[in-house]
């Protein structure tokens, strides 16, 4: 008899990770998928579908991390497009597959998948728990203006055993640098070929880049900068820059690390081999950001160089990035603090949507005498004539 995932009910409710607020839907997989838009306080844009597809980039649609889509499309694509995980796990003196999130092994094991999302807008998690094997794996969307997209994975051993799990873990379908929306949309078996991924072995960072610029003109067009992806947290992995190897892996044949990749859509994962001892866990990320030339990659290859643990440095320009955005957001008074955190949540998400288009005062609501009366001399000058003595 075939095995289903544990249909309790889909619910709502208010949770605590690492001390901060979240809302968890219980089961969200029993629901049709649904959009959602994961915020900051610089400017990144993610849109992202409960299934797991979507969308991301800096500033607007021409500078994609992944291909900008519409909604339906994005949805579609959640198989190929943004995070892809699959395991293969030692247990019970066998090797059972686990590839979470994908429909692809529907009925194997007894799953449950919870959906997060914090309370201020800006990070999301995506939860399956495998009852079968006694594993639960986590991946968080989170962004750093410093860094750029965060992704961090996290696999759990909820047994009483120690597992050994060999991992296959990243994002599928990267944009290079130089692709607009236009592009994208209406030429990208072009672009297909025009792309070109490559590794910069010492320190793991994927090179994302267009052999040239795509133009219409009889003339060189040099693609001078390009969409960076790096990771940290895990020991000795081999890395892969395209989506090629996946069946291979699915079948259980080994992998070969890949450094030079031309003409396929850009891929970044990495493979290596834990052991997960009882009740143990074990996290690491994976980081990518756009529009970066060879001087930021030089200051990204001195960090991984450098820093012992550069996952925290990540982290702590989350954390502040976080921050920042209720600082903002506390400007506009979008803090409340009712017996309804519902109600509270809510009224942060509309003001936060508000002053994204409106903007905020910088002193409060302070302004400035000779910015008022400039404004004001453009704006009406028959009402400035009028009150130009009260302004004085």
């Known amino acids: 008899m075939e095995k289903n995932s544990i249909q309790n009910e889909t619910k709502i409710s208010l949770v605590k990770i690492d001390n901060e607020n979240f809302f968890k839907i219980s089961n969200h997989d029993a629901m049709r998928p649904f959009f959602m838009s994961i915020v900051s306080d610089s400017n990144h844009w993610m849109f992202i579908s409960s299934n797991g597809g979507l969308s991301a980039g800096r500033k607007n649609a021409e500078f994609s991390l992944f291909p900008y889509y519409t909604d ?27 590839e979470p999130f994908s429909i692809r092994y ?23 728990v495998n009852h079968d094997l006694g594993l639960a794996f986590r991946y968080q969307w989170s962004s750093s203006d410093k860094f750029g997209f965060v992704k961090k994975s996290q696999l759990i051993n909820t047994g009483a055993e120690e597992v050994r799990i060999s991992i296959l873990d990243g994002i599928q379908n990267i944009l290079p640098y130089g692709v607009g929306s236009y592009l994208q949309n209406q030429t990208s078996n072009l672009v297909d070929a ?20 795509i133009v219409d003109k009889a003339e060189p067009s040099e693609a001078l900068k390009a969409n960076v992806v790096w990771s940290a947290g895990l020991d000795n992995p081999k890395y892969l820059l395209s989506s090629l190897q996946l069946n291979a892996f699915r079948k259980g044949i080994s992998v070969r690390e890949e450094q030079d990749v031309k003409a396929e859509k850009g891929a970044y994962f990495v493979q290596t081999e834990i052991s997960l001892s009882a009740k143990a866990e074990k996290d690491w990320i994976i980081v990518a950001d756009v529009n970066k030339s060879q001087a930021s990659l030089v200051k990204i290859s001195s960090v991984l160089t450098l820093e012992k643990n550069p996952a925290s440095l990540v982290e702590e320009d989350v954390a502040a990035g976080t921050s920042h955005l ?36 910088d002193m409060n609501y302070q302004i400035e005498k000779w910015d008022f009366s400039e404004y004001l001399s453009r704006a009406n000058k028959e009402v400035f004539k009028l009150a130009e003595e009260v302004i004085n």
């Open 106 to 128: 529907e009925g194997r094991y007894e799953i449950s998948r919870n959906l997060y999302k914090n309370i201020y807008g800006d990070k999301v998690i995506f939860e399956e």
């Open 194 to 213: 025009y792309k070109r991924s490559e590794l910069i072995k010492e320190t793991g960072i994927g090179i994302f880049a267009l052999s040239a610029i």
């Open 326 to 361: 209720v600082e903002l957001n506390a400007a506009a008074d979008a803090l409340q603090l009712t017996a309804d955190k519902f109600r509270d949540t809510r009224h942060f998400s509309n003001t936060l949507f508000n002053i994204m288009r409106g903007g905020i005062f």
């Open 72 to 98: 339906d499309k994005i949805t579609e694509s959640s198989d190929t497009t943004g995070s892809k995980s699959i395991f293969w796990v030692h247990k019970d003196n066998g090797l059972h597959i686990w």
